[in-house]
């Protein structure tokens, strides 16, 4: 088992940052998991934010491209998700996921699932 743990979510203005967090832990995690974000407002589907691979391959969603930078540290078990120039059609929350070998924007993907961080960003 695989567990996720987000934190850093919170309220901010309109272009403003937010850095989130997302340790992983459990025997069978290992990092060659890809790590990825997905989001959800209220009333709308869970949608993809951003993935990143065992080789630091990283991938976008469109919405979010040049403002958002997913990394990792697997020293740390640990991804994290740089928000800049936030808007406010990016309140939702944001949610961690984990799944091995290759990266996907399916939610229904994903084996793992970290259990939320709400971001609310005020226009």
């Known amino acids: 088992q695989v567990q996720l743990v987000e934190s850093g979510g919170g309220s901010v203005q309109a272009g403003g940052s937010l850095r989130l967090s997302c340790v992983a832990s459990?025997?069978?995690?290992?990092?060659?998991?890809?790590m990825s974000w997905f989001r959800q407002a209220p009333g709308k589907e869970r949608e993809f934010v951003a993935t990143i691979n065992w080789r630091s391959y990283t991938g976008y969603a469109d919405s979010v491209k040049g403002r958002f930078t997913i990394s990792r540290d697997d020293a740390k078990n640990t991804v994290f998700l740089q928000m800049n120039s936030l808007k406010a059609e990016d309140t939702a929350v944001y949610y961690c996921?984990?799944?091995?070998?290759?990266?996907?924007?399916?939610?229904?993907?994903?084996?793992?699932w970290g259990q939320g961080t709400q971001v609310t960003v005020s226009s």
């Open positions: 996921a984990a799944r091995p070998n290759y990266s996907t924007v399916v939610a229904g993907d994903y084996d793992y």
């Open positions: 459990g025997r069978t995690f290992s990092n060659y998991y890809v």
